[in-house]
């Protein structure tokens, strides 16, 4: 892992993107493992050059953890607390990690410090929060050089993740609720195609509670968000649910 | 004024407060103009200590400028284009006020540079956007050391301000109208006690558009979010509104 040199980025500053993907009704989120020792989970996250837009570095990010590009994307809070960068965790990396440790030869009892190239993971970060919504079928996870591995975790069964990236996709999942109706974004979670059944369920999986089918679909269809397609042919024709899809 | 430390601040990342203040149907913002030779308004701003949470550090300016402190206040954008610290203000900013700039006496043919200790105007800033309710007639808008005046000006007639400052209210704007209704907000820009025709005034204010008398007395009543107190005695009791507070 090469830590950020001095000059490149904005110093202090990362972003922690929250990728969403919806399976079968699950929402999931892509969580990487961080290669060190030791099972330490993180947030797809990194750095933002100094001639780049936070926007953009955000891009950056999820391209290179999804391999996809053209990804809807939100800014959805800053972490910004003083001591957000525990000092719990760090104590956990060192143990784990002894080769991070830097030495005073001369004084074998002084506390152990991370050594000089690894000292930003210990820093204060003022992290800006994204949170991608893809279609979970199109993306092929990526493993970056900071990653053991990176897998797709049940919103409801996430592991422990370090500092506070449970908190930040909390913040996510709440500020997605909030907003689904007015900014109708659920829809990139879908494939490009999907019947009202599907809508249903991915607006029940997301806000973790029944909606009665004949007022959904009626508040659906009056957002005038969505083109009919045909019918899906299953035999048995009167019975074959219309096709839809997200007019953007 | 004092440009910020390398060593006190967080460097490369500043905050911008709206402050939204209402009074007689009319939406207002409190902007200061900066003392410099020029007519340049820029919204309140400031940086971050080192050991500070950045909602402390809005907080902070917040009450430099409105002497008050509990106020409301949101997060709501990031501010992070590369080049959003535009050069045209800086050339005119120094053409204005000759004594900021630095010329290398050995070349008077170089171009004329910012003085050292002005530069990190110039500098790239990641900016966090707040915005803050208040109840306008509590607030006695102050001066700091970088101002030269300090008003309340209707969103409507703002001021042009320096770099992206005037979006900034935009989008700060679109986030209150977003999501009013879900925070139920808006009663923070109104005194303790308010009529229902005060509410409506300020929600038609705030949307720039009228609302039905019935419907929206319905809908606001609907949000259980009022306690409903005395009727204020006006003589004519049968036309005497109700009075109400807002159960935060």
Same mark, same amino acid.
Request: glycine share 4%.
């Given at each position: 892992m090469h830590p950020p040199s001095e000059q490149d +980025?904005?110093?202090?500053?990362?972003?922690?993107? /929250? $990728?969403f993907g919806y399976k079968d009704r699950q929402l999931n989120?892509?969580?990487p493992k961080l290669y060190?020792?030791?099972?330490?989970?993180?947030?797809?996250?990194?750095?933002v050059y100094q001639d780049e837009d936070i926007d953009e570095a955000a891009r950056r990010i999820l391209q290179d953890r999804t391999g996809i590009k053209d990804v809807y994307l939100e800014q959805f809070q800053v972490m910004g607390k003083a001591g957000r960068n525990s000092r719990a965790f760090l104590d956990r990396l060192i143990e784990l990690n002894p080769e991070l440790v830097a030495r005073n030869p001369e004084n074998l009892r002084e506390e152990p410090t991370i050594r000089r190239e690894y000292d930003w993971f210990i820093r204060r970060f003022i992290s800006?929060? +994204?949170?991608?919504?893809?279609?979970?079928?199109? /993306? $092929?996870?990526?493993?970056?050089?900071?990653?053991?591995?990176?897998?797709w975790y049940a919103v409801k069964h996430l592991p422990q993740m370090i500092m506070d990236h449970n908190e930040i996709?909390?913040?996510?999942?709440?500020?997605l609720r909030l907003t689904l109706d007015q900014k109708l974004n659920a829809f990139n979670l879908l494939p490009e195609t999907f019947t009202m059944k599907d809508v249903?369920?991915?607006?029940?999986?997301?806000?973790?509670?029944?909606?009665?089918r004949n007022n959904f679909q009626k508040k659906i269809l009056s957002m005038n968000a969505l083109e009919?397609?045909?019918?899906?042919?299953?035999?048995?024709?009167?019975?074959?649910?219309?096709?839809y899809r997200f007019q953007k």
């Open positions: +980025y904005v110093q202090q500053l990362s972003i922690d993107c /929250v $990728i989120v892509l969580v060190f020792q030791g099972d330490f989970w993180a947030l797809p996250s990194g750095f800006i929060g +994204y949170y991608a919504l893809v279609d979970l079928t199109k /993306v $092929i996870p990526q493993k970056t050089d900071l990653d053991q591995s990176i897998e996709v909390e913040k996510a999942l709440e500020t249903q369920e991915l607006y029940e999986t997301i806000f973790d509670k029944p909606f009665a009919r397609l045909e019918k899906i042919y299953t035999g048995a024709a009167n019975k074959a649910p219309y096709l």
